[in-house]
């Protein structure tokens, strides 16, 4: 379904109709953006990673539905999953194709005898942000940080950094504190306990990030990790920033 155009073009308008609306319905009352003007700033002639801290399910989907409002957002968006619901379980092929329009992909493995996939996965990301009219929605941390305090980050992984190195694409941090993983919850806080003058959640975008210099030098783990780091150090600042929107409102 994605190497066919015909194909990719289907999903792309369908994600933009189907899932910007569904998002669109189920968080427009407690989410509020910061910054996505920054997007504006990108260069075209080359793939987008959008780099956001990973505290809920639907943060990455929730940022590029708003990206999708707000510039008519057409680039083939692909979320990397884990394999082990998303891919080997029948409900969770049905939650890629019907409510995410198939962009949960490539599938990352953690079955250890089947670790040698990843690579294969991280190749096909490679490709797919040397192109032009794709992102990748991208968590540097690796999984989900589950840390009470939300301004407490989990060690970068190299994998971001790699990325960065090979395809050279505009790199956009985001942070944002999360959404309630229980989906009742979220439509309580959604449709009966909003406060338009206090929103849950505040996601904050920073400019694209330079990687020039981190990428002269030597191709390695280490310059992955150097690079990862440098990205979490960035969305570190916009966390920073969220915290001060949130005392201005408080004030």
Known sequence: MHV???????????????SRGYVKFFTGNIAEPHGFENFEKIDPTRGVLL??????????????????RRHGLRH?????????????????????????????????????SRRQ???????IMIDLLKQPGNMVGFHPEGTRNRNPDPYEFLPPKPGAGEL?????????????QGFPDNFGKLCRHNFKHRNPKKPLVHMVMG???????????????????????????SINALAEEERKIRESIAG
């Open 4 to 18: 066919s155009p015909r194909w990719r073009r289907l999903l792309t308008k369908t994600g933009e109709i189907h």
């Open 51 to 68: 780099v956001v801290n990973h505290r809920s399910f639907y943060d990455q989907f929730v940022v590029t539905a708003e990206l999708m």
């Open 76 to 112: 083939h968006i692909y979320f990397p999953v884990r394999a082990n619901y998303f891919y080997d379980n029948p409900t969770g092929g049905f939650v890629n194709l019907l409510l995410a329009a198939s962009t949960m992909y490539p599938p990352i493995v953690r079955d250890r």
């Open 117 to 123: 996939w990843n690579r294969v996965a991280t190749d």
């Open 164 to 176: 960065v190195y090979n395809a050279n694409p505009n790199v956009l941090p985001v942070f944002l």
């Open 207 to 233: 400019a694209p990030l330079d990687f020039s210099e981190e990428r002269k030098l030597e191709a390695s783990k280490k310059t992955y990790l150097q690079i990862s780091q440098k990205i979490m150090h």
